[in-house]
């Protein structure tokens, strides 16, 4: 689970604070949701130290890394990461003639097969969008031929 995640990474960068500041040891038996918000608390206190700071830049890289994956992964569990469509360049919409086209995507990133304009939200299944493009693509052949 998230959780674990989430209480491993603060825990194991607490240990790291503590040990490289000469802080005291919490006490032991601590429930976990102490243990995460003491955990949290202490990170923040030391986060400019940790971040810039620390004798070590591999460490500073690391922990900003590890933060990045879990936030990542957060974002991905509960739907908030966000996932941007893909441009269709070099094709025009076929109402308003702008080169606004995109292919949808649901929230986890996946094609849904419809391509949609930006700018008058014409919507084409993957079949429209290909006569489509064969369409629009016939006067340039047209011109290299010649």
Partial sequence: M????????LTDWAVVVREDRSLAEPKAGRARGIV???????????????????P?????AAFGSEVARVQRRAAKLTHTDEV???????????????MMLEREVDW??????????????TLLNADEYDRWVKLAAQPFRKRVVA
């Fill in 2 to 9: 998230l959780i674990d995640d989430i209480a491993g990474l």
């Fill in 36 to 54: 995460i918000t003491d955990d949290t608390r202490l990170l923040l206190a030391h986060f400019d130290w940790l971040t810039a700071e620390h």
């Fill in 56 to 60: 070590s830049s591999e460490a500073s």
């Fill in 84 to 98: 941007r469509p893909e441009r269709c360049d070099g094709i025009p919409c076929s109402r308003c003639d702008l």
């Fill in 108 to 121: 986890q990133g996946r094609a849904t097969g419809y391509v949609a304009c930006r700018n008058c939200e």
